[in-house]
């Protein structure tokens, strides 16, 4: 299946697992109504600390609804930082909608306030926060941003799940928030996703959006051309006992992270940052090549990973540069471009054992010191 003997991320599943997708597939409630949902939603809630958790099929589909949920569409703008994964940017164009793609934070690479102000006019509706490799975006500084010009804050923490600001978990700190259960994620459903927020009214757009805008109250009775965006109960069993897990998955990465960091001498790394006020969820520990400091390219380092067994990944290409985002008009975005062009994700499963994080090192290191 795979030609490495490491993987970047691979998803641990255990008997707990086994147990309650059984008991969901021996229940006959397979498909989206079930006990798990429900189970699910009210755990996640709880664990993130928002009102309300609403299960979707993908997080793809979730940053589809909260869009719709807050009403933006066509004419609207949408702020985001183009160092992120396509689903960000493509949601907002599912909805007719603007991407305006800014600059990062060269430290904890997420989108940076100072680059937003400037950006925003009449059309501007929202800025979606990407908590970036599981590192939270500076949260209080968007927040103001957001309130001042009377913007919806969205959170894109597909990658994030466990991460804190300032001691709160990611996920209730603006309007709405989205989260991906896919098998690379901090913890998996398959495919899946999760929309959380504390109001009410965007819950309920939601729940009535990814259920084909049926009425709650009237069956077959439709107020708006909705969708199917459901998540089923198999997924939602896989899910609630991933979430009894999830504590445990964030300690063995915060202990991932402290050992590449110990291990990984090379002077030309830089790790992404771990601000003071943040704690990182890890997902993908990622490394940044310095090219004043070393003759090796990204692309050659990875080429050396892998010829040792070692799968690792190249940082997203940055959004405004692929073909369907070409023709929007941006500035240099001088930190996305360096992080962009020399950064590295590490293998981060938490199924890595510390022999392989320290053979993992020694290839690094070995490479960059040639
Ligand atoms: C994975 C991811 C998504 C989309 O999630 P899917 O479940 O794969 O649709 C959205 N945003 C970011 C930043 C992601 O990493």
Redesign the pocket.
Known sequence: MNKYKIEVASPVIGNKELEYVTDAVRSGWVSSRGKYINLFEEKFSEYVGAKYSSTTM??????HLALLALNIGKGDEVILPSL??I??ANAIRYVGATPIFVDVNEKNWNISPDNIKEKINSKTKAIIA?H?YGHPAEMDELSSLAREFGLFLIE?A??ALGAEYKGKKVGSLGDVS?F???GN?IITTG???MISTNNSKINQQVNLLKNHGMSPTKRYWHEVVGFNYRMTNLQAALGLAQMESLDSFIIKKREIRASYQRLIEAKSVVFQSEENWAKSANWMISIKLDPTKTDICRDLLMSKMSEAGIESRPVFPLIHKMPPYKHYLVDDLINSSAISDNGINLPSSCSLDFESIDYISNVVNEALEE
């Open positions: 993908n997080g793809t589909v979730a940053l992120t994964f689903s960000t990407v970036l894109d597909a990658e989205i991906s259960f896919y994620k495919e899946g996703g």
